[in-house]
């Protein structure tokens, strides 16, 4: 592979564009994960961090910042916080779904224990507000830590919500707001604050980090229907055996007939899924047009996304965010 297909996608695009600013990130979360006193806190981490990942919410930040013509290094700070941030929450999300496998690889749970994941976790929130702090902003403490407590509370919404077949859209759109958006919106917005960028700029970042966030999760939902298991890395279905109430589904169970929500409360409310059920609910969620609306509703987050980076300074770095909005979603186009 050449460098220009390497290069194709948006997201390692940003990677080469901030590869030296990522460099110094890296640094500062190994400096910070360490621990004089209890060596099982970088152990943990480490596996976590070393699993990979695209690392795009930091990238996010240090976009934001360069987009606003920021020059310092508090950005790199913000960056490392963003990902600290990620780290605890997927740590403690092994823990509450009981997950065995991350990226290919056994979790953090399975291979050390529950305790020490949950622990480890706290210590990197703890971490990540210890970097806020040194930026000396406390808008900047006040955004992280609203959408710190906001990805709480998605969490605990979706304990409610799961598997409850009178989940509405407007309650998936709470917990992905939660799980997923408000660090996208939190880490762009960042980004404009430290560079002291107008009011409205700002606003845009965030807003531009709600839709991709919102699109980002609704083209997932849909890949776990519709996918290529090769390029996602998720099996066909894993959501559906897990009995998610993801977008597709929702819509569909809205259309269901008598028989339809039988199929739906046994399958997702009860857990009794026998062979030829996925196929079946692919099946029901074509015939209700559901998988096709969810698609435009990605689209459509992805597009209010990309507008509100026009009201942004022309710079290269937004037109590279432009084209990872567009990328979320041609995932499933």
């Known amino acids: 592979m050449d460098v220009d297909q390497m290069l194709s996608k948006p997201h390692d695009r940003l990677a080469a564009r901030f590869e030296a600013k990522m460099a110094s990130?890296?640094?500062?979360?190994?400096?910070?994960?360490?621990?004089r006193?209890?060596?099982?806190?970088?152990?943990?981490?480490?596996?976590?961090?070393?699993?990979g990942g695209k690392r795009l919410r930091p990238m996010l930040t240090l976009a934001a910042a360069?987009?606003?013509g920021y020059s310092g290094d508090n950005d790199e700070k913000l960056a490392a916080t963003v990902e600290f941030i990620h780290t605890a929450t997927l740590l403690h999300d092994d823990v509450v779904d009981e997950s065995s496998q991350r990226r290919g690889r056994a979790t953090a749970n399975l291979l050390w224990d529950n305790k020490s994941s949950i622990l480890v976790g706290d210590y990197l929130f703890a971490r990540s507000f210890q970097l806020m702090v040194e930026t000396g902003s406390l808008?900047?403490?006040?955004?992280?830590?609203?959408a710190s407590a906001t990805i709480a509370e998605g969490e605990v919404l979706q304990l409610t919500a799961a598997r409850d077949l009178a989940t509405t859209?407007?309650?998936?759109?709470?917990?992905?707001?939660g799980k997923t958006a408000a660090l996208f919106s939190a880490a762009t917005e960042v980004g404009g604050v430290i560079s002291d960028a107008p009011e409205a700029q700002c606003r845009a970042l965030r807003a531009y980090g709600d839709g991709l966030g919102i699109a980002f999760q609704i083209a997932d939902d849909l890949l776990d229907f519709q996918g290529d298991s090769a390029a996602t890395g998720k099996n066909i279905g894993d959501d559906f055996r897990e009995r998610k109430l993801t977008?597709?589904?929702i819509k569909a169970v809205a259309q269901a007939d008598a028989g339809e929500r039988d199929f739906w409360r046994r399958t997702i409310e009860k857990g009794d899924q026998?062979?030829?059920?996925?196929?079946?609910?692919?099946?029901?969620?074509r015939g209700h047009g559901a998988l096709e609306a969810a698609r435009a509703d990605a689209l459509n987050w992805a597009a209010k996304a990309n507008d509100?980076?026009?009201?942004?300074?022309?710079?290269?770095?937004?037109?590279?965010?432009?084209d990872l909005a567009d990328y979320v979603v041609s995932r499933i186009t």
């Open 247 to 249: 977008l597709p589904v």
């Open 169 to 177: 859209e407007e309650i998936y759109l709470q917990v992905v707001r």
């Open 25 to 35: 990130v890296d640094g500062l979360i190994r400096a910070r994960m360490a621990s």
């Open 139 to 146: 808008r900047v403490l006040d955004i992280l830590a609203d």
């Open 66 to 68: 360069e987009i606003c």
């Open 274 to 285: 026998r062979d030829g059920d996925l196929e079946c609910a692919i099946a029901l969620m």
């Open 308 to 322: 509100n980076l026009n009201q942004l300074p022309e710079h290269p770095t937004r037109d590279l965010l432009g």
């Open 37 to 51: 006193h209890a060596p099982r806190i970088p152990e943990v981490t480490a596996h976590l961090v070393g699993a």
